[in-house]
T-cell receptor
Framework: DQQVKQNSPSLSVQEGRISILNCDYT??????FLWYKKYPAEGPTFLISISSIKDKNEDGRFTVFLNKSAKHLSLHIVPSQPGDSAVYFC???????????FGTGTRLLVSP | GAVVSQHPSWVICKSGTSVKIECRSLDFQATTMFWYRQFPKQSLMLMAT?????????EQGVEKDKFLINHASLTLSTLTVTSAHPEDSSFYIC?????????????FGPGTRLTVT
C-alpha cells in the first residue's frame, strides 16, 4: 500500500523554465511534508518542507504547495538549472510519528 | 550544519559473513537515527528507527536478528548485517534527526553499497 505516490517517474525541462513535481498521499494523518533531492549512490538532501497548517512555503528557487483537500503537494523549481537534474522524493510524516514515508521518486532532467 | 557520515561507502563480503555499517552525526546530537534500504530505481524503505539508549523499532518484515542496530551514543548508530546473503545486497542509507530542533526533518548520510558474493 503506497501511501505517498509520485505518479510521474520522470520529467524533462529546459533550463530556465519551471519544473513542477507532483506528489499525492492517501493518509489523512500526515501533517508534515518534505522534499528531498537525490543523486545516484548518494544520500538524499533535504530541500524544503511544509506543515499542514500552511498551503505554501518558499525558499529561493523552490516553492512547495500543499492542497490538503486534494491530498496533493507539488514542488516548483524556477528557474530550473542543469544542476537540478536528480531524483526528487517527497516524504510525509504523521503527527507524533518520527518516521517518514517516501514516495517513489521523480527523475528530473534539466537540459541546457 | 547537519552533516551525517557513513562508513564504509562500499563493501563487498562473502556470503555467510557479517558486515557492520557506521552512521555518525558530525555536528549535532542525533536523538533519533533511521536506517533505510534502497533497491535500484525504487524508493527508500525504512528498516528501523533507533533512539539513543533504546532498542530499535523495526518495520514490519524486517528481521531484527539479521539486521542488528545499535545506537549507543548521540552521534553514532551502527547497522550489522549478520550472515549476509546475496539478497542482502543493496544500498543502505542512514539518517539522523533532532526532533526538538528540526521537527520532522531528517538528514541523510551518503549511503553504503553492500555487495554480497
Amino acid at each position: 500500500d503506497q501511501q505517498v505516490k509520485q505518479n510521474s517517474p520522470s520529467l524533462s525541462v529546459q533550463e530556465g523554465r519551471i519544473s513542477i513535481l507532483n506528489c499525492d498521499y492517501t493518509n489523512s494523518m500526515f501533517d508534515y511534508f518534505l522534499w528531498y533531492k537525490k543523486y545516484p549512490a548518494e544520500g538524499p538532501t533535504f530541500l524544503i518542507s511544509i506543515s499542514s497548517i500552511k498551503d505554501k512555503n518558499e525558499d529561493g528557487r523552490f516553492t512547495v504547495f500543499l492542497n490538503k483537500s486534494a491530498k496533493h503537494l507539488s514542488l516548483h523549481i524556477v528557474p530550473s538549472q542543469p544542476g537540478d537534474s536528480a531524483v526528487y522524493f517527497c516524504a510525509a510524516s504523521a503527527k507524533g510519528f518520527q518516521k517518514l514515508v517516501f514516495g517513489t521518486g521523480t527523475r528530473l532532467l534539466v537540459s541546457p | 550544519g547537519a552533516v551525517v557520515s557513513q562508513h564504509p561507502s562500499w563493501v563487498i563480503c562473502k556470503s555467510g559473513t557479517s558486515v557492520k555499517i557506521e552512521c555518525r552525526s558530525l555536528d549535532f546530537q542525533a536523538t533519533t537515527m533511521f536506517w533505510y534500504r534502497q533497491f535500484p530505481k525504487q524508493s527508500l524503505m525504512l528498516m528501523a528507527t533507533s533512539n539513543e539508549g533504546s532498542k530499535a523499532t523495526y518495520e514490519q518484515g524486517v528481521e531484527k536478528d539479521k539486521f542488528l542496530i545499535n545506537h549507543a551514543s548521540l552521534t553514532l548508530s551502527t547497522l550489522t548485517v549478520t550472515s549476509a546473503h546475496p539478497e542482502d545486497s543493496s544500498f543502505y542509507i542512514c539518517s539522523a534527526s533532532q526532533p526538538a530542533r528540526w521537527s520532522y526533518e531528517q538528514y541523510f548520510g551518503p549511503g553504503t553499497r553492500l555487495t554480497v558474493t
